[in-house]
């Protein structure tokens, strides 16, 4: 698999698992202070209080991939923000690696969301735990949710029902291999591959902002901070940092 000719060593992935635990997210958030490395990843085959990005809930039947791991920030690094943009990229190259042919439909949406079909697949949420950020990936690899605000999907409806265990191995070195760009290369790299794994600019999205509002715009790329353009009906551009995005 590539992996971008990534410069500099990629450390080997240390993969603890454990068969149950409320969230992988804060076990690591809990051990922040003990030192451990970007190396340590933890998985659960399943998870009791599994959250998503504005705290939703996250369902976490067994058979999915429910994995974190951190990053130790350092001041030459890029925005800790845009390591959601790095950790999507990531991901896509491991999930396009399963489905070979399948793959033509797989898409990003911003910030770090992967949308198979126009369905999403995957979630992936970022926590700062003082100089380090915990990134949380779930994947719906055997299951989906059903009876959610937008429509879902997984991996065995597209004919591929990967070990958890083997993906969170592919993921993990793909991982290290793009936090080395993301580190070594800087954020344009990262925006760069990012886009060309998009869906097309001029589609239509809805951003669901913080303060409660939405926006309807199509979409017109990145800044290069890695925030949502949409370009509005009026013509205008919207700068978006943070929210909610649905396909329309």
């Known amino acids: 698999m590539e992996h971008g000719g990534s410069k500099g060593a990629v450390l080997t992935a240390d993969i603890r698992t454990v068969a149950e635990t409320g969230s992988t997210n804060a076990d690591l958030i809990a051990l922040v202070d003990a030192g451990i490395g970007e190396e340590f990843w933890l998985r659960a085959e399943r998870q009791t209080a599994g959250r ?15 994995a974190s791991t951190l990053v130790r920030l350092r001041p030459s690094d890029p925005p800790a923000a845009t390591l959601a943009l790095m950790a999507a990229v990531a991901l896509d190259e491991v999930v396009r690696a399963y489905l070979g042919d399948a793959a033509a ?20 949420l970022l926590e700062r735990a003082g100089d380090a950020v915990v990134v949380g990936i779930g994947v719906n690899l055997a299951h989906h949710p059903k009876g959610l605000d937008r429509p879902t999907t997984s991996l065995a409806i597209h004919g591929v029902t990967p070990d958890p265990a083997d993906f969170l191995q592919t993921l993990a070195e793909a991982f290290a291999s793009w936090l080395a760009r993301w580190r070594g290369e800087g954020l344009t790299v990262i925006r760069d591959h990012w886009l060309s794994r998009a869906h097309p600019k001029g589609t ?4 669901r902002l913080p303060d ?33 995005v649905f396909l329309i």
């Open 52 to 66: 998503g990005r504005q705290g939703r809930n996250w369902l976490s039947p067994a058979g999915n991939l429910y």
């Open 105 to 124: 439909g797989l898409r990003l949406k911003w910030p770090n969301d992967l949308l198979l079909d126009g369905a999403k697949l995957s979630g992936i």
């Open 204 to 207: 239509g999205l809805t951003a």
């Open 212 to 244: 409660g509002s939405s926006i309807d715009g199509l979409f017109d790329g990145m800044d290069a901070n890695g925030a949502l353009i949409l370009r509005l009906a009026d013509g205008t551009a919207r700068v978006i940092h943070a929210g909610d």
